[in-house]
């Protein structure tokens, strides 16, 4: 069993940078693709970013250039740095994470999620 742990959350001005984690105790996530998602209240939940196995990493149109995703060498934290927050960019952030191994697409087959950290962009 995967259990993730977000972390970093909180309140930035318009324009600021905060970096969030996504951690697993005692266990490598080398082998997993690893996502961000986002939930603002109201909306429904959306992808902001992933990285696969292989390190190969996709973002969301409205994040592109200004978040940027990567783990650790231990493999075991994965960071969404964000730059240049906007109040749109509001929301609890979720990480998450497939089966070892998983070669479909970047939204789908997370099997195991943090519990989310609230990102908030106001002056």
């Known amino acids: 069993q995967v259990q993730l742990v977000n972390s970093g959350g909180g309140l930035v001005q318009p324009g600021g940078s905060l970096r969030i984690s996504c951690a697993a105790s005692?266990?490598?996530?080398?082998?997993?693709?690893i996502g961000w998602f986002r939930q603002a209240p109201g909306k429904e939940r959306e992808g902001v970013s992933c990285i696969s196995s292989n390190g190969t990493t996709w973002y969301a149109e409205s994040v592109k250039g200004r978040f940027t995703i990567s783990r650790d060498n231990a493999k075991t934290t994965v960071y969404l740095q964000m730059s240049n927050l906007k109040p749109e960019d509001t929301a609890v952030y979720y990480c998450?994470?497939?089966?070892?191994?998983?070669?479909?697409?970047?939204?789908?087959?997370?099997?195991?999620w943090g519990q989310g950290t609230q990102v908030t962009v106001s002056s």
């Open positions: 005692r266990y490598t996530l080398e082998y997993h693709n």
């Open positions: 998450a994470a497939t089966a070892p191994y998983y070669n479909g697409s970047y939204l789908r087959g997370y099997d195991y």
